[in-house]
């Protein structure tokens, strides 16, 4: 287990915006009486920067941002199980680039929809238990992880169907699993958090060859020899609580807890003794008001920025490559008030997406100048 190495001190952020951007509402739509647990731009495929996703109840639906505030409903698929809440959505792709869209949530089955012919490409079955989040590996995008309340991380294959390795057993999560990230650059690399407050890091280098067999496989996938990996080469206590999100910046990690803030660690590892290392805290970015589990941040697609809501129907956008933290904008509407569980940050950062309990999508743009900023 990591330790936080004595005399460290992270540099915390100020809560007093210093009004670097303006950003105003837009558009709220009203997409049905379900809460929205996820919300999420198109980052994979650069036809579709403006194209977000949204899951609530049983229903994935797709939308795309207009000039001027405008939000276009593109399409939306239905799940045959009504009793189905999805809690995760993410992009990703067939090998031939057809884009595809990934959902999860309390039945454990991930569906991939074929966003262009509308329909169900594959049904993955394999997890024991709910799924609270769904990522792409950006580098390989037929390549997506799963992480689910049965304590495990699965990696599947969506042009095949495989499930190729399964991150659980001796080494992995006591708890039910919240999120998981792939590192943006070290293909081998990924990072999970959970109930069991702590930040697991994977590599799946030594099962590389099995990865790469996914895409040739001719036989049934349920035939596929799945590999456990069952020992991350580190583990993190950053947080006293549950862990809720994670996210890689470059080799540092930001991860959230129920606590009130996000924080970025660099996590410092012992080649020779993998699980081992230290922890060096370096930032800590304050987010009042989000002291319930399962609300998640989102990031630009340079990382740039990162935008969370709380339980309040508040955003904080805070800017990623300063230090101290700063932060850019503090945004509220009277009329939002139901918390927010995922927010999207469009492809430069200029549009923030939020997605609420009460069913409801709020669109922030980004304005000029400070008079007709929604600021509170």
């Keep these: 287990m990591a330790k936080t190495p004595v005399g460290c001190e992270p540099v915390v952020g100020s809560l007093t915006p210093s009004r670097k ?28 920067y403006n194209v977000f996703a949204t899951v609530g109840g049983n229903r994935v639906t797709v939308y795309r941002c207009m000039e001027g505030g405008t939000i276009a409903v593109l399409q939306s698929y ?23 869209l990934v959902a ?31 990522r792409t590996q950006t580098l390989k995008p037929s390549l997506v992880v799963s992480a689910s309340k049965d304590e495990s991380v699965r990696l599947w294959n969506v042009h095949t169907g495989i499930c190729i390795l399964i991150f659980a057993g001796a080494g992995g999560h006591r708890n039910e699993v919240l999120s998981v990230d792939f590192h943006p650059s070290d293909i081998y690399r990924i990072a999970s958090c959970g109930m069991d407050n702590t ?9 590389w060859t099995y990865v790469e067999k996914s895409f040739t496989w001719t036989d049934l996938p349920s035939k596929f020899p799945t590999k456990y990996v069952q020992f991350p080469i580190f583990i993190a206590s950053v947080h006293t609580n549950y862990v809720d999100c ?29 699980g081992e290392g ?19 941040f989102s990031c630009d697609f340079h990382f740039n920025a990162a935008a969370i809501g709380n339980r309040e129907g508040k955003i904080y956008v ?59």
């Excluded at 799940?79 to 792709?93: I, R």
């Excluded at 606590?259 to 590892?269: A, F, G, K, T």
């Excluded at 230290?278 to 998640?296: A, N, Q, R, S």
Aim: charged content about 25%; proline content about 5%.
């Design 318 to 376: 805070w800017e990623l490559q300063s230090c101290p933290p700063v932060l850019i904008a503090r945004l509220s509407h009277p009329q939002s008030k139901s918390p927010i569980r995922q927010t999207a940050m469009s492809f430069d950062g200029s549009t923030i997406l939020a997605g609420c309990e009460d069913g409801t999508i709020w669109r922030w743009d980004a304005v000029p100048s400070a008079s007709s900023s929604g600021q509170g």
């Design 21 to 48: 951007k303006e950003y105003k509402v837009t558009n709220r739509l009203q997409e049905g009486r379900r809460p929205l647990y996820a919300v999420v731009f198109n980052f994979i495929d650069s036809r579709f």
């Design 278 to 296: 230290t922890v060096d805290i370096l930032l800590k970015y304050p987010v009042l008001e989000c002291d319930i589990w399962f609300i998640k």
């Design 199 to 207: 930040v697991k890091i994977w590599s799946m280098k030594e099962f």
């Design 246 to 274: 994670t996210r890689w910046l470059g080799d540092f990690v930001l991860s959230k807890s129920v606590d009130n803030e996000i924080v970025l660690w660099d996590p410092v590892m012992k080649e020779q003794s993998p």
């Design 78 to 100: 239905v799940d045959e199980d009504k009793e189905e809440s999805f809690y995760t959505v993410s992009w990703a792709c067939d090998i031939d680039r057809t884009p595809f």
């Design 104 to 134: 999860g949530g309390i039945n454990g089955i991930i569906r991939v929809i074929d966003a262009g012919k509308e329909k169900i490409h594959k049904s993955f079955v394999g997890h024991g238990d709910s799924v609270n989040e769904i």
